[in-house]
């Protein structure tokens, strides 16, 4: 069975700096399918969303897209997936995920001052409480899910080795 990695974290957690140091130094072609936006790099490893400037994943994608990655991420069951952010971080997508793919899931916890700190150095603009109630959601799935917790506020590229350590799909993607 193939499997599904999914990262998610509060905003500010380091989510995005995480895949790209992991899939770092791998060809990407952007690709849509579905109605889906997907990087495929060409290694059986699809990742949902898209790799923007400021944030990649499944964050640059449109509210309603859960209802298009579903029946994509199925129809697509002979592949593994990589997907990060917030879009696609709830249960009826993991439940639904689960039926065909192995799920692999990571919570990067990383301390609210830290990723205050990062927010306010990208310039983020995101409405406080709006940012509470994403935090809030990230630590009430991870209580839900019981995922790999990495610690956000570790450099990188120990995050990187410790993900792939624990992640087949992690561990597609060498150094």
């Known amino acids: 069975m193939s499997h599904f990695l999914y990262i998610w974290g509060q905003p500010g957690s380091g ?7 992991l899939t770092a ?7 849509r399918s579905a109605g889906v936006d997907y990087l495929d790099y060409g290694n059986g490893v699809l990742e949902l969303g898209k790799d923007r400037e400021d ?12 209802t298009k990655a579903i029946p994509f991420v199925a129809s697509e069951a002979e592949s593994d997936f990589l997907a990060e952010g917030d879009r696609l971080a709830v249960s009826a997508f993991f439940s639904t995920v689960k039926e065909t793919h192995v ?16 927010r306010a150095a990208r310039g983020s603009n995101q409405n406080e409480s709006w940012v509470r109630g994403r935090m809030t959601k990230a630590r009430n799935l991870a209580n839900e899910w019981d995922p790999i917790i ?11 080795q410790d993900l792939r350590e624990q992640s087949y799909v992690a561990a597609r993607f060498t150094p």
């Open 150 to 160: 990495l610690d956000g506020d570790l450099p990188v590229s120990v995050l990187v």
């Open 55 to 66: 944030y990649r994943g499944t964050d640059a994608l449109g509210m309603s897209v859960i």
């Open 103 to 118: 799920l692999e899931l990571v919570y990067l916890n990383t301390p609210d001052e830290i990723a205050a700190q990062r």
């Open 15 to 21: 989510k995005s700096t995480l895949v790209r140091a």
């Open 25 to 31: 130094g791998s060809l990407a072609l952007p690709s």
